[in-house]
């Protein structure tokens, strides 16, 4: 997450980036691919995801379960 004062300045596009090219070129492993969820209603992050290249590959209605929580759609996300 990013503190709302900083939004829209790029600081969530470099943090991300960042963390993606680290995951991917570990000294332990090497990943072709990296894969996560998204709420589904989280637009402003399912658009960053995209600018880095990711794409959908899947949803799930009502994906995530909790405790007195109307279950959430969950986008699945990869990219190569």
Known sequence: ?????????HVGLKLLGTAIKEYM??????????EFDVL??????I??????????????????NGPGLEPPNVIYMKKQ
Do not use: M, P, T
């Open 25 to 34: 070129n570990s000294k332990k492993e090497i990943r072709d691919s990296i």
């Open 40 to 45: 589904a209603d989280n637009v402003s992050a």
């Open 47 to 64: 658009h960053l995801y995209k600018h880095l290249g990711f794409i959908q590959i899947g949803e799930v209605e009502k994906g995530f």
């Open 1 to 9: 997450c990013v503190d709302k004062d900083y939004r829209n300045r």
